[in-house]
Each structure stands twice: as structure tokens, then as C-alpha cells.
């Protein structure tokens, strides 16, 4: 038996252990319980990344995220909580600016819908362990089924977790500096990064999107019910970094939820 059999093995039984069907979520389960996982060669260089930059970057799935991080870094950055920065790199969640980008969770779940129903497109799939169960969806009911039965967000793959489950600290309260929405990339990118090329448009699916029945709508409004909070502090944040050029800012900080995620 060679070691890398070995250490396949090892991660199975780790993977069995803690309830998790990804590899990444071993690294996500570990943070949970307040333990430094073990950070691999590519992570140390997104991180070091990073640290030039002075900017950290959240990828929360199926906002854009590749086109900012190819933007930012000129490399993709992989999944990951904030809970997962707090817990290997704590001196760079100190030092740097966080941001993330998050989404109409309607039009999230409709690009997340369409992605894995079409096994993944360009050189990116869906995650093996869901692969085919994806693939099989004929329904946005048999999907909605499949959401509704996972009694946590390690049952579903990363384009279906909640927004709010990456940006969230331990307690379940946004940790992130700069929460910006979909619909003002572009100038939130200038502000924080204003030596960044223009965001490519990449990832992009050609797949027709279904259109949602009233109770579908609801029924992923109710799954979302955290994003919906977040997007309206997504707005205020927005409208704070551009220091009131949006339609946004007219809204007070009062007005913005104040409801842990």
C-alpha cells in the first residue's frame, strides 16, 4: 500500500468521522471545534497573496467569486468560511480589510440550480460526492427537497450552503469588514482595490433558468431567510465604502437588520 493510498484512507476514515463528504470540510470541521487544521501548500500561497494585497478576500460561492479573485490576486481562491481565517491566519484578519460579495439568494439558487444540474462548466464541476445526485435533479421541487432535508450545511455542496454560513464568526455574527452586493462590484472592486484589472466575466452559464412557482419562491426565501438579512446589510455596507455616491446610502444605519446570521 503506498502512503498517498494510505492517506486517502486516512482523510476517508477523518471525512466518515466528522460527518463531512468534502475534503475541504475536514479543514471546515476542525475550525469548528476550535482546532488549527493542517494548511496545504496552495492555501499558504493564497494567504501570503493576501498579505501583499492587504486585502482578504471571503469567496462565498456563486457571486462572482472567481472573477474577484483572479482580479485581486491573479489566482483563484478556494471555499472558505471566515471562521477558517480566524482560526489558521488570526494575524491577517487583524491586519487586512475582509470583503466578501453575496447575492439575491432567488437569483443565487437559479445560477447554483443550473450549474449543478449541467455537472459544473469551463474546468470547474460539481464537487464529486454530489455529482451525480445533482446531475439527476429533474425538479426544482426535487432540489428544494434535497435542501430541505440537510440538517446542516455540510449535507449539501458549497454553490447550495447559505451566504451567511461563510461570513459568520463562531457565535453566528457577521465578521466580515466590507459586505458588498452583486448588482455593485464593480465600483465596491474600485474602492478596495483600485489597482485591480476590470473584472472579467467568467464561469458564465449558458443553461436556461427555470422560472420559480410563488411557493418555490417561498420555499427558498425560507431556506434563505439569513441572506435576506445579509443582503440588506450588503447594501449599507456598500453604501458606507463609496461614502454615499449610491441610491444606497440614502438608507440610515438604522435600517439596516440587526439580527445575528
Given at each position: 500500500?503506498?502512503?498517498?493510498?494510505?492517506a486517502?484512507?486516512?482523510r476517508?476514515?477523518?471525512k466518515?468521522?466528522l460527518?463531512?463528504?468534502?475534503n475541504g470540510?475536514l479543514?471546515?470541521?476542525?475550525c469548528?471545534?476550535?482546532?488549527?487544521p493542517p494548511?496545504?501548500?496552495?492555501?499558504r500561497?493564497?494567504?501570503?497573496?493576501?498579505?501583499e494585497?492587504?486585502?482578504?478576500?471571503?469567496?462565498?460561492?456563486?457571486?462572482a467569486g472567481?472573477?474577484v479573485?483572479?482580479?485581486?490576486?491573479?489566482?483563484?481562491v478556494?471555499?472558505?468560511?471566515?471562521?477558517y481565517?480566524q482560526?489558521v491566519?488570526?494575524?491577517?484578519?487583524?491586519a487586512v480589510?475582509?470583503?466578501?460579495?453575496?447575492?439575491?439568494?432567488?437569483s443565487?439558487?437559479?445560477?447554483?440550480?443550473?450549474?449543478?444540474q449541467?455537472?459544473?462548466?469551463?474546468?470547474?464541476?460539481v464537487?464529486?460526492?454530489f455529482?451525480?445526485?445533482?446531475?439527476a435533479?429533474?425538479?426544482?421541487?426535487?432540489?428544494?427537497?434535497?435542501?430541505?432535508?440537510a440538517t446542516?450545511?455540510?449535507?449539501?455542496?458549497?454553490?447550495?450552503?447559505?451566504?451567511?454560513w461563510?461570513?459568520?464568526?463562531?457565535?453566528?455574527?457577521?465578521?466580515?469588514?466590507h459586505l458588498?452586493?452583486?448588482n455593485a462590484?464593480?465600483?465596491?472592486?474600485?474602492a478596495l482595490?483600485p489597482?485591480a484589472p476590470?473584472l472579467?466575466?467568467?464561469?458564465?452559464?449558458?443553461s436556461?433558468?427555470?422560472t420559480?412557482?410563488?411557493?418555490?419562491?417561498w420555499?427558498?426565501?425560507?431556506?434563505?431567510?439569513s441572506?435576506l438579512?445579509?443582503?440588506?446589510?450588503?447594501?449599507a455596507?456598500?453604501?458606507?465604502l463609496?461614502?454615499?455616491r449610491?441610491?444606497?446610502?440614502r438608507r440610515?444605519?438604522?435600517?439596516?437588520?440587526?439580527?445575528?446570521?
Open positions: 500500500m503506498t502512503g498517498l493510498t494510505l486517502n484512507r486516512g476517508d476514515i477523518a466518515a468521522a460527518g463531512v463528504k468534502l470540510d479543514s471546515e470541521r476542525l469548528d471545534f476550535g482546532l488549527r494548511v496545504g501548500v496552495r492555501r500561497q493564497r494567504i501570503a497573496l493576501m498579505h494585497r492587504g486585502l482578504l478576500f471571503v469567496h462565498v460561492p456563486k457571486a472567481m472573477a479573485s483572479r482580479a485581486v490576486y491573479g489566482a483563484p478556494q471555499h472558505a468560511t471566515i471562521r481565517y482560526t491566519a488570526p494575524g491577517l484578519v487583524a480589510p475582509t470583503f466578501a460579495v453575496v447575492r439575491d439568494p432567488i443565487r439558487f437559479l445560477s447554483a440550480l443550473a450549474y449543478a449541467s455537472g459544473g462548466r469551463n474546468a470547474l464541476v464537487s464529486e460526492p455529482r451525480s445526485t445533482y446531475a435533479f429533474q425538479t426544482v421541487d426535487a432540489v428544494l427537497d434535497h435542501l430541505e432535508a446542516w450545511p455540510y449535507g449539501v455542496d458549497h454553490i447550495f450552503r447559505p451566504q451567511s461563510y461570513v459568520s464568526d463562531a457565535r453566528g455574527i457577521l465578521a466580515i469588514d458588498i452586493p452583486l462590484l464593480g465600483a465596491a472592486l474600485k482595490a489597482e476590470a472579467a466575466r467568467v464561469n458564465l452559464s449558458s436556461p433558468k427555470p420559480l412557482t410563488s411557493r418555490q419562491a420555499r427558498v426565501r425560507y431556506l434563505y431567510a441572506d438579512a445579509l443582503s440588506e446589510m450588503a447594501r455596507s456598500v453604501a458606507a463609496l461614502g454615499g449610491t441610491e444606497q446610502s440610515t444605519s438604522s435600517e439596516c437588520p440587526k439580527t445575528s446570521i
